[in-house]
């Protein structure tokens, strides 16, 4: 039993006798281990965050059951090294690899007010940004009282709208991981649901090559027929 006995001493002549006081703190550690359960079981854990990526498959899917995308809403990023990123937008066919201009460059930088891949995707990407950020605004007028289930299934339906931007990025061995998940992230922030990390063709390195040296590089070496 915890207590604290507060008396001490004989009573001395001409001096009140002391009180002996006992304080029992047995009830006090009691209430402490309710109050611990209590919020154990009230508080809310941290959700771990799942991001859901779309990995190369060794399945070979026939043309008429292959996904559609508008090549005028996909875009393809090649993760290079000292944190560059290069990108051409749509398909691009034999004639395109003679030409160094096609691929352009850019940073990961989030300002908005720049040319970097977060300005890109926001502006590629501008209708499915607006949607989202409707039902975000209709979420918080509603209190936040939204079901997860009715919130995560309508930004689906945004984010895979045939309009929506489609993402294909491309890591080359000259990047880091910290440059796929600087990507990854901007899919979030940019509200991109279609997007893919797939492997690297020969075609891709012909481009980066030939980007580099302003077009000497296609010129010694001829352009790789597989994309």
Do not use: W
């Amino acid at each position: 039993m915890a207590n604290i006995d507060t008396g001490g001493g004989k009573a001395q002549k001409g001096k009140p006798k002391k009180i002996t006081l006992r304080v029992d703190f047995t009830p006090m550690v009691d209430m402490n281990m309710l109050l611990i359960t209590f919020f154990m079981l009230v508080t809310t854990l941290s959700k771990p965050q799942v991001m859901e990526i779309a990995m190369p498959s060794d399945q070979k899917v026939e043309e008429d059951q292959a996904p559609k995308v508008k090549e005028s809403k996909a875009i393809t990023l090649l993760l290079g090294g000292e944190d560059k990123v290069y990108y051409y937008p749509g398909k691009l066919d034999e004639s395109a690899y003679s030409d160094y201009t096609v691929l352009k460059e850019t940073t990961y930088s989030s300002n908005t007010s720049n040319e970097g891949l977060r300005s890109i995707l926001l502006e590629r990407n501008e209708n499915a940004v607006n949607r989202m950020r409707e039902l975000k605004l209709e979420r918080a007028e509603k209190g936040n009282k939204m079901p997860e289930e009715e919130f995560r299934e309508r930004s689906k339906d945004i984010k895979g709208d045939m309009n929506a931007l489609t993402v294909i990025i491309k890591p080359m061995s000259t990047s880091n991981y910290k440059n796929l998940v600087d990507a990854l992230d901007e899919m979030q922030i940019c509200s991109v649901g279609k997007y893919a990390i797939v492997d690297v063709t020969d075609g891709d390195r012909f481009l980066v090559e030939n980007y580099k040296t302003k077009g000497a590089y296609g010129a010694a070496h001829l352009a790789p027929r597989n994309q």
